[in-house]
C-alpha cells in the first residue's frame, strides 16, 4: 500500500537555482532548530514544486547531505533528519557551509603510503566488471568496494579531464584552479572547512613527509603520535628524524591530557583513529587545538576516511574548528572515498605554510596527475560523487551490520571497536598474531593490532577487520571460521 504524502513545508526560498543553495538552506534550519532530529523532509517532487526548480536538483542536495551524515532515507518511507544532527550542526559543523572563501588556490607542488594494499596483496580482475577489486577474503583495512563507482559517469568525467587539461601549461605557473574550486567546495560542504588554498600530492605519506620535513626546518624536533598510530605516518616521521613520542588514545581520542608542555609536531585521526576506530569527542578536539595554539606546535588531521559515520552524527573537522587556521594541517584522500589507484591527496595547511609546503612538493615532484585531480572536479560538480558517497555509505552500513550480526549470531563475545565511523572495525582477542595465522590458514587476510607501532604499555592485541568489501555471505563464513579458531 503507498504511503500517503506528508504535509511539509520548508521555509526555503531559492535564490538561484542550484543543488548547493539548497543544502546550505537545510542546513540553515538544522542548525537554527527549525528543523531537529528525526523530523521528516517533504518529498523530492513535493520540494521541487514547491521551490519551483528540477526534481533533480532536489535529489541532488539530499545525496548531499545523506552523504554528510545531516539526512537519512528510509525505502518506502522517506526522508528525515539524522539523529544527532542538531547537535552536529551546533558543534561547530554548519559554519563550514557559510559561504566559501574567494578565490581558492591550488598548487601540485608550486603551482598547484595509504592506508591500503600493499604491491605483495591480493587484487583481481573481475570480467564483467569494470574496476579492480580487493578479494573478499582479504580483509586487510583500507579497501573500499570499487565496484560501486559509477563507471561510465567517472570515465566522462576523466576524458573531459583529458581533453582539458591536454594542452596546459606547466601546473608550477598556472595550479589547477579547477580542482581547486571544486574540492574547496566539497570540504566546505562534507568537513566544514572554509579554505583558499589546496595543495596536491600522489598521496598522503608524501604530505606527511612534506610537513615533517617544514617542521623540522622549524625548530621542532618531536613528534606526537597516536599510539598505537598508523605505521607509514610513523615511518616518515622517524626517517625524517623526529623524535616520536607515542600517546595513548581512549573513547574520545587522543589524550591530550598527556602531552607534555614542549612543541612539536602531532598526528592524529580524529574522524575514526586508526586503528581502534574511535571518534576525536569536540571536547577533546577543542583541547587539542588550545594546547597546539600555547605550546607553539603543528597538527596533522589525517582525515582518510571521514566521509563514513552510521548512525552518528557528523563531527566537525579539527580544521574547522575555532582557532585551528594557524595550527592544523588538514590531510584528505581519494584512497577511501574512490579508488587507491587514484594516487591523490590534499592538504589544507595554516596560510603561514602554504607556500612552503607548495614548493617543498613541486621540488621534489611529488606532483599528482592533473588529468585525475581534473577528473575528480568534474565528478565532484556534476554531483556524482556525492550520490557515488549516499550509495556507498548505505552499502558499507549494510556490510557493517552483517558483520556484526553474524559475529552475534556465531556466539562470538569479543569487544568490537570502531563501529560508529570508517570502514573498518577492531576486534578485541587475545595472541591475535596467532590468531591472524590460524585464519590465513582458512583463507581470511587481517591485520592485528599488536603490529602497529605503539610502545609497551600501550599495546594492546586484537584483529582490524576491514568490511567494505565483504559481502553478508562471506561475513557469516569469516564469523564461523574465527569462532572456531578461538574456540
Not at 565496484?147 to 570515465?155: I, K, V
Not at 610513523?234 to 613520542?245: K, N, P, Q
Request: hydrophobic share 45%; with cysteine.
Amino acid at each position: 500500500m503507498p504511503r500517503a504524502p506528508r504535509e511539509v513545508h520548508l521555509p526555503i526560498v531559492l535564490d538561484q537555482p542550484r543543488s548547493a543553495a539548497l543544502v546550505d538552506a537545510i542546513i540553515e534550519l538544522i542548525s537554527t532548530g527549525q528543523l531537529s532530529d528525526a523530523d521528516w523532509l517533504p518529498s523530492s517532487r513535493a520540494l521541487a514544486h514547491q521551490l519551483s526548480c528540477s526534481r533533480t536538483l532536489v535529489e541532488t542536495a539530499y545525496a548531499e547531505l545523506i552523504a554528510a551524515g545531516y539526512l537519512e532515507t528510509f525505502p518506502g518511507s522517506g526522508t528525515r533528519v539524522a539523529e544527532g544532527a542538531a547537535n552536529g550542526a551546533a558543534a561547530g559543523v554548519a559554519a563550514g557551509f557559510a559561504s566559501a572563501a574567494a578565490g581558492p588556490r591550488h598548487l601540485s607542488g608550486k603551482a598547484m603510503g595509504e592506508k591500503g594494499p600493499t604491491a605483495q596483496e591480493a587484487v583481481s580482475w573481475k570480467p564483467g566488471r569494470s574496476t579492480w577489486s580487493a578479494t573478499s577474503r582479504n580483509l586487510r583495512p583500507g579497501r573500499p568496494d570499487t565496484a560501486l563507482m559509477d563507471m561510465r559517469a567517472w570515465a566522462a568525467s576523466v576524458k573531459r579531464a583529458a581533453v582539458e587539461t591536454a594542452f596546459r601549461e606547466s601546473p608550477r605557473e598556472v595550479g589547477n584552479p579547477t580542482f581547486a574550486s571544486a574540492m574547496a567546495e566539497h570540504l566546505r560542504r562534507h568537513r566544514g572547512i572554509s579554505t583558499e588554498s589546496i595543495v596536491t600530492a600522489p598521496g598522503s605519506a608524501h604530505i606527511f613527509a612534506a610537513i615533517a620535513e617544514l617542521a623540522h626546518a622549524r625548530g621542532l624536533r618531536r613528534c606526537y603520535m597516536e599510539a598505537p598510530c598508523y605505521g607509514a605516518a610513523y615511518e616518515e616521521m622517524v626517517r625524517v628524524g623526529l623524535d616520536v613520542f607515542p600517546v595513548g588514545v581512549d573513547e574520545d581520542g587522543l589524550q591530550v591530557g598527556d602531552l607534555p608542555s614542549k612543541a612539536g609536531l602531532v598526528y592524529v585521526t580524529p574522524a575514526h583513529q586508526y586503528p581502534l576506530g574511535y571518534r576525536m569527542s569536540v571536547p577533546r578536539r577543542a583541547e587539542l587545538i588550545a594546547w597546539a595554539g600555547r605550546t607553539g606546535s603543528i597538527i596533522i588531521e589525517d582525515d582518510y576516511d571521514g566521509e563514513f559515520r552510521f548512525g552518528v552524527p557528523p563531527l566537525p573537522a579539527l580544521r574547522s574548528m575555532r582557532g585551528a587556521g594557524e595550527c592544523v594541517v588538514y590531510v584528505g584522500t581519494s584512497s577511501k572515498v574512490l579508488s587507491p589507484s587514484l594516487a591523490l591527496a590534499w592538504a589544507v595547511p595554516p596560510a603561514g605554510m602554504f607556500d612552503e609546503l607548495a614548493d617543498f612538493m613541486w621540488d621534489r615532484r611529488l606532483v599528482a596527475s592533473p588529468v585525475i585531480a581534473t577528473a575528480l572536479a568534474g565528478f565532484i560538480t556534476s554531483g556524482d560523487l556525492a550520490r557515488h558517497l549516499s550509495r556507498a555509505s548505505r552499502v558499507y552500513r549494510d556490510r557493517r551490520r552483517s558483520l556484526v550480526q553474524a559475529m552475534e549470531s556465531s556466539g562470538l563475545d569479543v569487544p568490537v571497536l570502531g563501529v560508529a565511523a570508517g570502514l573498518h572495525v577492531s576486534l578485541g582477542v587475545a595472541d591475535d598474531a596467532e590468531v591472524a595465522l590460524n585464519l590465513r590458514d582458512l583463507g581470511w587476510e587481517v591485520s592485528t593490532l599488536s603490529s602497529f607501532p605503539s610502545q609497551p604499555k600501550s599495546i594492546v592485541s586484537g584483529l582490524v577487520v576491514g568490511f567494505a568489501c565483504l559481502e553478508p555471505m562471506r561475513a557469516r563464513e569469516f564469523a564461523h571460521d574465527l569462532s572456531e579458531v578461538l574456540g
